[in-house]
Structures are given as structure tokens and as C-alpha cells.
């Protein structure tokens, strides 16, 4: 299987460098600019019958479920559909290991954004013990083969692995731990991710190593700034999707009929309203 020889010019490793913190005026400003394009990207899935796959893997409290909120915010749900799938039930357990991924996978006008995915086995499955070395060395070497039969049917594949540093990792955690509005985002595996850093550091270099593919690449993404993340992948996400701006018909809005019209304001005064608190 040819690998992904010519790779992108190589940019400063994670906290090695500090940049001015963006402004939150200028963020919005931008983001707005770019969920703009989301929605071309839209109209022309539901036009083309595109299909598309984003899979988004990378460090716990790396920033995958804001970037995702980010890239959703302002397009349809029936679209954009983002799959985030719990642990695999008993009858699961005993499937293909992919079927039950295959099973969410993009029909005609449908994007499907992976919240963690298939790479679940080279990650946190192998690190914590939930597979064995011999379905862990199977998976990474069908998975190059499998993704080049999602794409050779004509589904467009993109692979993000969000990156963030030690130090960054540890103050989100503990921003979480302190923050009862957050604390729900401290699983059960986020914790002993903390104490086995490098183990996950080997089990992510392996499988860059053996799936980082031609027709399948990975594109890592320095997620130690939250907001330049979002703006930089949603960036790079618009440039490798070929749409095009679709027509729109003027909208106009049609005037109310009157001819049975009533003062149906009147028949909601004895309603149970909910108190005006605010």
C-alpha cells in the first residue's frame, strides 16, 4: 500500500511557541465568515448529493466537541450529522468491528462527523486494555484498505487529529474538576489518560505510522489555542471540499389570509403561561 510520502511543511511543535490571545470580537468575526461557507458547503451536498465523512480523533480535552459545535452551529442538523457513539453494547461486541460505524455512514446530501470513530482501536481501546495486541495489529492493517473502499466509492474522507500539550491538557482538567458546570466532561477514561500520557503518545504515533495514507491523510491540527483551532481547521476543511456556490431564488414572504381571520390572542389568555421570571 503506498503511504503518504510528501508531507506538509512541518510547523512548531505544540507550546513551543506563544501567540497574542485572540480577541473574542475578532474570533466571531471570523467564524461567522466561515460558517457563511459551512452553509454553501450544504446547499451543494443537498444539490450534488455529496457524501462526506469528517472524523475528528486527538487527546482527551483536546478540543474536538467545540470545534465540532463550531462547525454545526449554523447549519441543519438533518445535514450535518454528528455521531458519537457510546461504548459498544454485548450484541456489538460480537459484529465486524466497523459495522457498527458503517451502520451511521452518509447517505446522498449528508455530511457525518465522527466525534471519536473507528481509530477507537488504536486509541483508548488498545491503550486501556479493551482489545488485544493481535485485533489492535489487524485493525491497523485492514484500516488503510477499508478507508480506500470508502473512497473509492465516492465519499469524501477527512481524518483530524487534534493535538494539545501536556501543560494545556492538565489546566483543562483541572479546569473541569473545578467547574460543576463542566465536571460532566470528565469521563471515566479521561483521567487515566493523564497518568498514561505516553502510552497514548505511542499508540497515536503507530497509528499515524501505519494510516496516514495518500488517498486517506491525516491533518494534525496544534489545538492548544481553542479558538485559532476551530478558525484553522474549519479553514483548511472548506479548502478541501470542491463546492460551489449555489443559486437561491428570492424569498418573499407571503401576506396572511384574512378572510377567516378572529382575535386568536384573546382564546390564549386563561392558558397556563409560565411565570415571566426574567
Known amino acids: 500500500m503506498k503511504k503518504k510520502h510528501a ?11 506563544e501567540q497574542a490571545k485572540l480577541k473574542a470580537k475578532d474570533y466571531e468575526k471570523e467564524l461567522l465568515k466561515l460558517q457563511a461557507e459551512l452553509c454553501a458547503v450544504q446547499d451543494w451536498v443537498q444539490a450534488t448529493g455529496q457524501r462526506i465523512i469528517i472524523v475528528f480523533e486527538g487527546r482527551d480535552a483536546a478540543g474536538k466537541g467545540g470545534t465540532i459545535k463550531a462547525i454545526t452551529e449554523r447549519v441543519s442538523p438533518r445535514v450535518f450529522k454528528v455521531v458519537a457513539l457510546p461504548a459498544p453494547s454485548d450484541r456489538e461486541k460480537t459484529q465486524m468491528y ?3 460505524y458503517m451502520a451511521h455512514f452518509p447517505a446522498a446530501g449528508e455530511v457525518v462527523i465522527f466525534d471519536r470513530s473507528w481509530y477507537n482501536r488504536a486509541g483508548v481501546e488498545w491503550v486501556m486494555g479493551f482489545c488485544n495486541e493481535q485485533q489492535h495489529s489487524r485493525f491497523l492493517e485492514l484500516c488503510p484498505f477499508i478507508e480506500k473502499q470508502i473512497v473509492e466509492s465516492g465519499i469524501i474522507l477527512l481524518k483530524y487529529w487534534l ?39 505511542r499508540a497515536r504515533d503507530q497509528m499515524l505510522d501505519a494510516t496516514d495514507t495518500d488517498f486517506a491523510p491525516w491533518n494534525i491540527v496544534d489545538s492548544n489555542d481553542k479558538k485559532r483551532a476551530r478558525l484553522n481547521l474549519i479553514t483548511h476543511l472548506l479548502k478541501q471540499i470542491p463546492y460551489e456556490k449555489q443559486p437561491h431564488k428570492k424569498v418573499k414572504l407571503p401576506r396572511r389570509i384574512t378572510k377567516k381571520a378572529y382575535d386568536d390572542e384573546v382564546t390564549m389568555v386563561r392558558r397556563k403561561w409560565i411565570p415571566k421570571v426574567f
Request: glycine share 2%; net charge positive.
Open 98 to 100: 466497523i459495522q457498527r
Open 7 to 17: 508531507k506538509q511543511q512541518a510547523v512548531a511543535a505544540p507550546e513551543a511557541a
Open 163 to 201: 493535538e494539545v500539550g501536556d501543560k494545556e491538557q492538565e489546566r483543562r482538567f483541572r479546569a473541569r474538576i473545578d467547574d460543576p458546570v463542566r465536571q460532566w466532561k470528565l469521563s471515566p477514561m479521561d483521567l487515566p489518560s493523564r497518568e498514561r500520557w505516553y502510552d497514548y503518545s
